[in-house]
Structure formats: structure tokens, C-alpha cells
């Protein structure tokens, strides 16, 4: 018996169970993870329902035009140089699908060398690039079905032709670069699904171009369902083993200049991981080894790797060290100060050269875990840059030495008019200052205004204060959205992603809380207006928020959440993470239990109105888990609020969406969201 008002298909609770750490756990909506024509009658019934409920809320129009003008798209992938030419994904102009482009200068000059134009995917999405040092062969990864799994396409740079030699296992993503090219261009290595699925986890091929053969790099990895890649920076002669996405590490290296030399053991781990650059004979890299924000330093490749051969160059200072990017004579490093971006230039022995003027409150737009930035594009001058602020969207730009600043390449599309940014910081239950930014307009009125918080906190990832695209439609509404940095990310050190993972996990979702109250508190809000969305992890998150403190919110968004911890832990995927604790442990079993949102939903509950949504070939949230949650909260929601959820086809975790998907999903949820906390 339904106790909301909404009319909600009918869901059999059964008398399922799991195991997780030797214990049996009830799963009454255990069949609705299954693939069988009963979920996919009842998945195409909720998606009715959700469709009808969102067709009569009033903001709708609104929103589709504010998302008209904001929802623009996030340039994720940096152009590309090789012997004269640059290589870019942008679309074709005349049908609007990606194509891959290439010319002399970029983005002025170019013709477009791969379309996806003709292809029979409705969703095709190009989602990374690798031309060969020579500039010959161009690699490509092209995902026809919203998932990022992709496969490899080779082309003929001179003819634009396709290749017959590309390997054909699947790629999960493009988190580890696509292919990198042997110095010599006869083949590349790549990690791929060797069964075609993430559950046969993760392994590293070498691609021989003549043989058109792909064998498995003789590596010893230590850890069974880590990501993993080898990475070759053009113009050096070292082949880097790495493996961890949160914390990458230089697990093993190959001399590619001595043709006898075979993989050698180099760096096992290192707390905070290692990511890094190789610099003729010297891998200089971030180690957080000794230095909670992060120092820099030199390690010879010739050695053993062990710490006393690690030569500091750049200590410790006040800001948070990220990503080390070539240039030249030269490195430059992405930074955080106090959450926003900045760049540092070096020599090769660390002696400092300059500071990168950026513009007031910026973001660099990086890869979202650090083993994504050991892929970013090379450069023997001056590197390119993403930056947006919270009322800006994305720009590229290059370092300009002699201004000291960044000259223009792509300008920002748009600025939201009238648009202001407040800081905040409070202190949480444990008494760690909390920093979170409020984007809003200015107005000389005061009062409680529509708000949304978003926030992420976990696996070492920044949230950083960059242009909330479609989400600038809360502000184009008169309300504010707000940009927390919880625990459990990276913004300020590796003790921040630790306070807030595996056993500490609860800080981080405390941080959220004490930013909702503080908000209140100093009446920018009330709990009547207030809501709640994250993505991925930040989907949990908002999970975890409204079971937690349903007093808290009007509305949560869970977008792409893992929801069941039970079903999480017991997949392949990344198994052994203890981002979210220790399942064998059997305290924290009993608190991972306590904390996943579909356990935690108890009867009678009064919730605050909730849409969940998921892809439907998303290969790392499984979409179940949306659907479980929503048959336990509709049976237990004790109010008439609504408890909805949308599948999306052809749609996976967010990455390789296509534009009008994007757009379409990010209209959906901002109507919901907007429809519950505007008066």
C-alpha cells in the first residue's frame, strides 16, 4: 500500500537476501537488478510516470530556455600537436556531430579528418585522440552508445582514410589517454577489456601495427582490479607502468632505447600516489610522501626507485600541488589555493621561474582523478589551459611568458549577467573549517532564496569552482546555487581526501550538513527552498542526505548515484576500493550498512521529493540501483511528495553524452528541482 499520493506502479517486495562480509543482508527489490523483460516492463512504467509528472510542472519552459543559453558544452579534451599539425574534437557544422579535425593552427585553420556524420549510432561521441609523433596515423576512440566504453580507430592523416590494423578489444573510457605511441610509431600500448566488460577487469596490450596483434604487456601489477595504463611522453624514451585512479602510482618502467631491457619493478606505492612527468632520465612527479599539500620531486628512471634515491626540488609550501605538465626546459604545475586554481613555473631543479596570472577566482579544468592528468597533451613551449570562474564558462587559453598571463584561444561563450560570488566557511561537527562559494545575483533585497547545494567528497577528486553550466539556470531563477568542497576530495591535500573516505566517509556528509545550516542559519535560505544534487559519488551523497536529514531539504537529485553499498562491494568493479570502508571489517560493515541510501530508508519516513536518474549503459553506477531505491522509498515515503526516477537509453555515466541528451536530462532534473523549492 502506497502512502503518497502519486500513483506508483506496483513493485513485488520479495524475500531475497545478500552477503557482504560474512553477513546476510534482506534485498527485497533484489530481481529489479536483473535484465529480464519484468524490470524492463517496470523501468518503461516509471519512466511514463516520471514523463507525465515533468510534462505538467510549470517551470518546465523556463528551464528549457535558461539551459538554451548556460548548457554549454565543457571543452574535456585538449587539442593535440604532432609534427606540425594540430589534431581537435569539435562537430561537424552542418550536421552537428562530432567530428576530429586537424591543420596547421588550431582552432582557425583545419578540415575535418573523421566524422561521425555518416555512422548509424544516434549518440555517437568521440572521446579521446593520439596522433602518432609523426603525425601519420591519428588514434581515436569512438563510444556509439553513451557509455564511454569505445573502441580504436586508425586513420590515414594523409587520406582520412580508416585503418585496418586497430586492435579490437574495448576500452572502458578514455581515463587513461587511448593509446600511447611507441617513438618509433610502430605500434602503442593501451589498457583495455580484455572480455569486452568491466567485470573481467582491466588489462594493458601492447598493439604491434605490422602484425596488427595485441599482447599483454609483460607487467607485474600489484593490485587485481586497479585502473592501470602505460604512459609514453612523445620525444622521451621511457615507458611508464602506472596504476591507481585515485592515487597512480609508477608501479614499473621500460628503457625503450635499449631494445633488450624488459619491464622492471619500480615504485610500489606511495601514499597519495606519485603522478608525475619523465624529463630525459628523470621522472619528476607530486608526491604527498612527507608533505600533506604535496611537494615536487626528481627520481632517477635508471634506479631502483626507492625513497632515498628521491631527490626533493620544489618543497612543501601553502598551496596544494596537482598536476606536473612539460614544457620545454621547463615544468609548469596546476595548483589549489584555498580551492581555486593557479599555475607555478619551475626549471628542471626546481628553481622557481614565475607565477601564471590567472584570472580572480578561477578553475582549471583537469582530469577529474589524477591519473586522468598523466594523459594531458605535452608541449615544448607554452602549454594550453581550460579555465572557467563560477560565472564564466570555459575558455582555452595559452601562457603568454611575456605578459606573464593567458592569451585567448577559444573565449567563453557566456557570462551570467549580474552574477556575484560570496564566500562561506563553517566549521563542522568535528570542528574542520568547511569552504563553499554562493553564486547568485546580486540584489539589494534580503530574505531566504531558492538554493541549491552540489557537492562531490571522495577518490582524492576536486570539485573545483568552475562554470556550473545548466545549473546557472538556479540563479537565472533568483535563487543560489551553492559550490561546497567537502571531505574526501582533494582541494586541500591528501589529509582532506583521507578524513573523508572508508571509515571516515561520515565527515564528509557532516561538511554537507554543516554548509545546509549555515546557509540557513544566515537566512540566505530555508529548508522549504532548499535542495540537494550531486553526480557519481556526489549522487551517494545526495542519497545519504536525505535519509540522513530529510529535515534538511526540499528536494534531492541523485544523478548517476551508486545507492546500494551492498551490491557495490560485490561487483568487480574497482573491487577492493575502500573508499566507501571496509566491508571485511565488521564495524565498519555494520556503518557502510547504517550509511547506503537504500538500506537506510526507513518506513514512515517523511522524505523530501526525490528524482533519481541513471543511464541505462552506464558501466560504473549500475542503473539498478536507482531502481531499487525508488521501489523501497515509494513503499515507504509517508507524505505526498513525489519519489521518481528516469532511465535514460542510450546513456551512461555522463561523459560521452550527446549534446541534446545532455541537454535533455539536465532540463528534466532542473524543472524538478526548481518546481519544488521556488514558491
Known sequence: MHHSAFDYPVTTAETTAVQLGGKVVPDPYYWLAQDSPRVQAWVAEQNRLTSHYLAGLPMREFVSDAIRRYDVARPDQLPRFAAGSWFWISINPESGRPAVWTGPEFPTSGRILYDTTGLESAVPTVTWISPSSDAKILALGLCEDGSENNRIILVDVSTGLVLPEAPEIALMDNWTGGVHWLPNNSGFYFTGLPNGSVD??????????????????????????????????????????????????????????????????????????????????????????????GRIVSIPLAGDGSVDTWREIV????????????????????LFNDTYSGVHIYGLNGEFIDSVSMPARAAITEGIFPIMNLTRPTFETTPLF?????????????????????????????????????????????????????????????????ALIFAYGASNRPLIPEFPGAMAAIVEAGGIFVHAHIRGGSEFGLRWWLEGRAHNKQNGYDDLYAVAEDLIEKGLTRPAQLAVAGKSNGGMMAGVAMTQRPDLWAAAVPLVPVLDLVDWFNRPYLRGSIEFGDPNDPQDLERILATSPYHAIKAGAAYPALLAIAGATDPRCPPCHVSKFIARLQSAQAKGKPALMRIHENEGHGAAAAADVRVRLNAEWLTFVLSEIVS
Open 200 to 293: 573481467g577487469g582491466f588489462e594493458v596490450f601492447l598493439h604491434d601495427l605490422t602484425s596488427k596483434h595485441s599482447r599483454r604487456a609483460e607487467i607485474d601489477w600489484p593490485h587485481e582490479a586497479e585502473y592501470r595504463g602505460v604512459f609514453i611522453r612523445p620525444g622521451t624514451t621511457w615507458a611508464i607502468a602506472v596504476q591507481g585512479l585515485s592515487d597512480p602510482v609508477p608501479i614499473a618502467v621500460l628503457d625503450l632505447a635499449d631494445p633488450h631491457a624488459k619491464w622492471r619493478s619500480f615504485i610500489p606505492e606511495a601514499e597519495g600516489g606519485l603522478p608525475g612527468q619523465v624529463f630525459a632520465d628523470q621522472y619528476i612527479a607530486v608526491t604527498f610522501v612527507g608533505a600533506d599539500r
Open 315 to 334: 618543497p612543501e609550501s601553502t598551496v596544494v600541488f596537482r598536476t606536473v605538465i612539460p614544457a620545454g626546459d621547463r615544468f609548469y604545475v596546476t
Open 386 to 450: 581550460v579555465v572557467s570562474t563560477l560565472t564564466t564558462s570555459w575558455g582555452i587559453y595559452k601562457h603568454n611568458p611575456s605578459s606573464g598571463g593567458l592569451d585567448t584561444i577559444v573565449a567563453p561563450a557566456i557570462t551570467i549577467p549580474d552574477a556575484i560570488v560570496e564566500e562561506g566557511t563553517v566549521r563542522s561537527k568535528d570542528g574542520t573549517p568547511v569552504r563553499y562559494h554562493v553564486l547568485g545575483k546580486r540584489r539589494t533585497e534580503a530574505g531566504p532564496r531558492p
